[in-house]
C-alpha cells in the first residue's frame, strides 16, 4: 500500500499540481497586497474614503470607553469588492499562464507522421506483375 501510494504521489501531474498550488498561494499574496496597497486607495479616493472600510450600517453600535464600538450591524462591501478584485485578477493571470502552457505544448508536440503506403498507380502495377506470372 505505501509502494502504491509513493507512485501515485510522485505521478508528473500530481507533483506539478502541487508546485503550482504553492505558487497559486505565493501569487495571491502578491495580487493582495497589490489590492489593498494600490488598488483599493486608488478606488478610495472616489469614496473619499479607505475603499476595505466602505460598509453600509444597517444598525449603530454603542461607543465604550475605550473608544471601540460595539453591536454594530453592517454590511461590510468595501471588503467584498476587495476579495472580487483579487479573484478578477488572480483568474486572469491564470487563464493567461494555462494559456501559455497549452500553446507551449502544441508548439514541443510534432505532428505524427501517417506511414505512407503505395500509392494507386504502385497497387494497381503489382497486380498486373502478379496476374501475368
Do not use: W
Not at 505565493?26 to 472616489?46: D, E, H, R, W, Y
Amino acid at each position: 500500500m505505501l509502494k502504491e501510494f509513493k507512485d501515485f504521489a510522485m505521478k508528473g501531474n500530481l507533483v506539478d499540481i502541487a508546485v503550482g498550488f504553492v505558487m497559486g498561494a505565493a501569487f495571491k499574496q502578491v495580487v493582495t497586497s497589490f489590492t489593498g496597497g494600490i488598488v483599493s486607495p486608488l478606488i478610495g479616493l472616489i469614496f473619499n474614503a479607505d475603499f476595505k472600510d466602505l460598509k453600509y450600517i444597517i444598525s449603530e453600535g454603542v461607543a465604550d470607553e475605550a473608544g471601540k464600538i460595539t453591536g454594530e450591524v453592517a454590511i461590510l462591501y468595501g471588503e467584498f469588492l476587495t476579495n472580487v478584485i483579487d479573484f478578477i485578477i488572480v483568474a486572469f493571470i491564470m487563464f493567461m499562464v494555462v494559456k501559455a502552457v497549452n500553446a507551449m505544448k502544441k508548439k514541443e508536440e510534432p505532428a505524427p507522421e501517417t506511414p505512407k503506403g503505395p500509392s494507386q498507380e504502385e497497387l494497381l502495377a503489382e497486380i498486373r506483375d502478379l496476374l501475368k506470372k
